[in-house]
Each structure stands twice: as C-alpha cells, then as structure tokens.
C-alpha cells in the first residue's frame, strides 16, 4: 500500500528528501493551491538551540528576503511548527552544479555563462550590503533551463555585521574556496572575500578541480595565502590573466567586480537584453533595502528631523525582521509574541509620544524617558510578578511613517496582555495606521465575505 504524502500546514504536499546536513533535510514540495514545484528546508529547532545559532537562522532569512534576483534561489515563506522552522524555497530542478562539474570540465562558453551569471548575483547581494562568504559549486543550483541560482546563504553577513574597523572578523567558509585575508584572521572586506571564492569557482569550471589542494590543511592554507597555482595548457590567455587578477592575495590590489564586468572575456556572448535584465532586477528590488510605507516613499530619511526627539532609523535589516509574514522573533521563542505588540503610525514622533504620555497619565502609569524615542511606563501598584513595566520604543522608517514597539519589561504577561487589549489599544486608536498582524487578518475577513456574498 502507498504511503500517504505527508502536508505541511494544509499548504505543501511533502515528498522525495533531496539532501540533508547536520541541522537540516530539504525536500521537495508541491503547492496545494497552485501545484508549483518547491523545496522545502526542514530545519530542527532543538538541535540550533542547542548550538546556539539561532541569530544564524534569522539572518539567513532576513538576507534571503533583501537578494531578491533571477540568479539567487527565492525565499516564499518562513513557516514555523513547535519542533522545525520550514523555508519554503524555489526549486532548482538541474541540482547543484557540483554534480555537473563532477563529470569534468565544463565547455568555455558554458563555464563562461555560469560565471557570469554568477558575477551579476554575487555583485547585487553586494549591493544590498550582503556578502555570501560561502560561494562554492555545492551551493550553485540550476533551474530547468540551466540558469544559476545561488542558494546557501547560513554563512552569509549583512553589512551591519560589520566592525569599527569596516571589516568583517568570522572566519568561516570551505577550505579550498576561501580567501588568504580570511584564514590571517585581520578582518576582511565580505566583497573582496566573496569575488575570490568566485575565481576559484572559474577555475573549477574550466580545469574540472581546485586550483588549491593539499591533504594537509596548514600546508593548503600556505598554497592560498601565496597563490600558489598553475593554469591547465587549455586555458585560454584572457582567462589566465583574468584568474591571476581574481586570485591575488593582496585583496587592496584584487580586481574589482566592475572590472571583471568590464574584461573582453567576461562581455563574450553578453548581449543588450541580459545586461537589461540585471538592471532591471536590480530596480525592482530596490524598495525591498529601504522599506516603504503607506504613501510609498521609499528613501528612509537620514537627516534629523526638525523637533526635539528624534527617534532611530530602522536599517533593511530591521525592517524585513519586523514585517508582516517574516516576524522572525517567535521562531525560537513560546512566549515572545505574547509580550511585544507593535503598530505603524503616520503622526509625527512628537505627536506619538505625546500620545503615550496621556494614555499614562489615564492608566496611572509614571513615564520615564530613556532615550531618543524610549520612553518606560511603570505602574505605581505592585502586581501578581512586581510592578508592571512596558517599554515604548519608536522608530522613523520614512519622515512621515513610524513603527512604535511596545514590550513588557516588567510584571505579569497576563497582566500586561489584559491592560494591552482592554485599555492601550482603544486609547492609542487614533493616531494607529494598523497593528502588526491586522492587515492579514482584514485580508481574510474580506475574502470571506466576498465568497459568503
């Protein structure tokens, strides 16, 4: 008898593994609703609780929702059960590319496409301050006309990772595929790290094996950090010269990525209408690093505003990390949503914070002002936990739309739920654009009663 496939949340028909690592099974899936072939990554709780990578996870998925491009495997959703987190992802039908180079070189007009399909996706997520850190063939997939996508983005950094010294300082990767500054442990330029992983991959392409290789680790970093390699007699010049500008060891005088744009080599089989395509997915992504809001202005402000608080601006990070369908702080923990409400407001900041300070004022509350856009009400009689404490924290997504969060610092969550809903949310009503989460409801109500009606 046939075993019944297995579904996940009345939405994805589960069914052949396609791989698995140590936290990690990937499957393929089919959508219920409208049959499109998917992927879905299974990824178990316990054990990256256990390893302490929960931050890992939560940036692979805010990363994943900035590099939105024709080139990178495509992130649809994020679904969270009491023991997996589930990423529902493309399928790239061709597996990973490793399995074709595995067989032996590659064609040069065919390792010539891949490459430069892989330069277009490597050089955008740059341009959305996100580094890879971990290119290599087992992370290259292809869809089912041969197109590369990368996938893999667990090692990535977004540019805020960065330190005081404007490097990145984890060292992490594959042996073979990383770069000589990684190993030195100095810190490192993510951009310059990730286009020498992408000569290495040239390289594999064409030759059919690494250009750095020793059973010995140390004495394989010594090979990387001096750039010990040689060409194959099959290389043609202009690849010879690209690689040895690609795999310098220097990364202050490694080429850049507009320069390999640029090389005779590269520009070979490009035509108009593939460097029209990456300019184009190159605009329509654009919103997605700024956020917008209700009027649809899309540049967050970063000069100060003209009144007294000032609250922060929120980064792309942040933004993608708070947004509706992508909230990633109940992925891990039972009880995080039951103490943070935010909302969005299109009042001033001054106008919210006034606001705050009357409803206070009404539910006897002592405010407390932190900082810039922080404010602490306290309750003056002791509760069931001690006295009950919520922070209020504002931030300026654009000049004319603002995100208030507010959390229980203090006191009894069913205390704080209760005066949330009864008392805060009727009070603040008027200067609400929507509370997080409203909008999906309003969506469902509305499609009901179209299909009642």
Not at 97 to 112: C, I, P, Q, Y
Not at 187 to 205: R, T
Not at 292 to 306: D, L, R
Not at 335 to 359: G, H, N
């Amino acid at each position: 008898m046939e075993n019944k496939p297995r579904v996940l949340t009345q939405k994805y028909e589960l069914g052949r593994l396609l791989g698995q690592g140590t936290f990690a099974k990937v499957y393929y899936a089919r959508s219920i609703r409208t049959n499109q072939s998917v992927a879905v990554k299974a990824i178990d709780k316990e054990k990256v609780l256990r390893v302490g990578l929960v931050d890992q996870i939560k940036r692979e998925i805010s990363v994943m929702r900035l590099v939105k491009h024709p080139n990178i495997v495509q992130l649809y959703e994020v679904l969270a059960t009491r023991s997996k987190i589930f990423f529902v992802l493309e399928y790239a039908k061709g597996g990973e590319l490793f399995n074709k180079v595995a067989k032996g070189k590659l064609k040069e007009d065919v390792a010539r496409m891949y490459f430069q399909q892989l330069i277009n996706a490597v050089d955008f997520c740059h341009s959305r301050g996100v580094y890879h850190r971990d290119i290599k063939p087992e992370n290259l997939l292809l869809d089912e006309n041969e197109n590369l996508k990368i996938s893999d983005f667990g090692l990535s950094a977004l540019a805020e990772c960065k330190r005081q010294d404007g490097l990145l300082h984890t060292t992490c990767g594959t042996p073979a595929y990383v770069a000589p500054e990684v190993i030195n442990r100095k810190g490192y330029d993510g951009a310059k790290a990730d286009i020498w992983s992408c000569g290495v991959v040239l390289y594999v392409l064409l030759a059919g094996y690494l250009p750095f290789h020793d059973s010995n680790l140390m004495e394989l970093y010594r090979k990387i950090g001096k750039a010990e390699f040689k060409c194959p007699s099959w290389f043609p010049p202009e690849v010879r010269r690209l690689l040895c500008r690609i795999l310098d060891p220097n990364p202050a005088t490694r080429i850049s990525m507009a320069k390999i744009k640029e090389s005779a080599w590269f520009r070979k089989g490009l035509n108009s209408k593939q460097s029209k395509s990456e300019t184009e997915a190159r605009d329509i992504a654009a919103p997605d690093r700024d956020g917008s809001g209700p009027s649809g202005n899309s540049n967050i402000s970063s000069e100060p505003k003209e009144e007294l608080t000032n609250p922060p601006s929120l980064n792309a990070f942040d933004i993608i990390s708070l947004s509706a369908g992508f909230d990633l702080s109940g992925l891990f923990e039972e009880d995080c949503r039951k103490q943070e409400a935010r909302f969005t407001s299109v009042q001033p900041a001054s106008v919210i914070i006034a606001k705050l300070e009357d409803m206070a004022r009404r539910l006897k509350l002592k405010v407390k002002k932190k900082d810039c856009g922080l404010l602490r009400m306290e309750g003056l009689e002791e509760g069931r936990k001690g006295h009950l404490s919520i922070d209020a924290e504002i931030f300026e997504i654009t000049p004319n739309f603002h995100l208030v969060e507010l959390k229980k610092s203090n006191g009894d969550t069913m205390e704080y739920q209760q005066l949330l809903n009864e008392n805060i949310r009727p009070v603040l009503q008027d200067i609400v654009w929507i509370w997080q989460g409203e909008r999906e409801q309003q969506t469902q109500q509305q499609q009901l009663q179209e299909v009642s009606s």
